[in-house]
């Protein structure tokens, strides 16, 4: 609530020199109406194993243990429970945007525990991109990752992204920004990537509705 009230502070504070939105990022297991936010994303931070919340994006530790500890070391049967969660995370939030689709990658830039291009990483994967096409809501090309020097890529990988073109799914740029330093962070780099894959355009959310921008 007191973040809703900052916004709508701001809101009449810069009336005159730019238009904002009071928008959220939804968690999965978050039970939180967005009924009266203007947008939300749709997100899985956590996954949930006998009764735990296991957050796959606090540390290269943690994660290490619960795969350790809760999976039997077997990193795979980790991801496969991550992409099931994000397969259904349109159906649990309603939200707008689909958020970092392959977060649990955070830490694994040298393939510390995923071979990301071995079958079962890439099937799980592609399962949770098939559960989501028919919303038509667009997938965050989530730049957060590569402006804090912890990947190289974007969130979806580009693999990924190639099977969410291949689907006729649409794409959406973001900072993820926490600070004015990151935003449009890595934008324009990513639109020649998103080219090279073969999109055309992005989408990019007003009250009305997406409207299409052309990537050139």
């Known amino acids: 609530r007191a973040y809703q009230k900052e916004i709508q502070r701001l809101k009449e504070a810069y009336a005159d020199k730019i238009i904002l939105y009071c928008g959220v990022e939804q968690d999965f297991y978050s039970e939180e109406s967005v009924s009266d936010f203007a947008y939300a994303i749709g997100s899985v931070h956590y996954i949930k194993r006998d009764g735990q919340f296991l957050p796959v994006d606090e540390g290269a530790d943690i994660m290490e243990r619960d795969i350790r500890e809760l999976f039997c070391g077997d990193p795979y049967a980790y991801a496969k429970v991550y992409f099931e969660t994000v397969g259904e995370v349109l159906k649990k939030t ?6 970092h689709l392959d977060l649990l990658s955070k830490f694994n ?4 525990f995923f071979n990301t291009k071995d079958k079962r990483y890439r099937e799980y994967g592609i399962g949770a991109i098939e559960a989501l096409i028919p919303y038509d809501k667009p997938f965050e090309i989530n730049m957060g990752a590569i402006y804090r020097g912890l990947r190289g890529e974007a969130y979806p990988s580009v693999d990924f992204l190639g099977e969410i073109k291949k689907r ?12 004015c330093n990151s935003l449009w962070y890595h934008f324009e780099e990513m639109a020649k990537v998103a080219m090279e894959i073969g999109f055309h355009s992005v989408l990019i959310w007003t009250p009305e509705g997406f409207e299409e921008v052309g990537l050139r």
């Open 94 to 99: 309603g939200a707008d945007i689909i958020g």
């Open 109 to 112: 830039e040298k393939q510390v």
């Open 168 to 179: 006729g799914g649409n794409i959406l740029l973001s900072s993820d920004s926490h600070d």
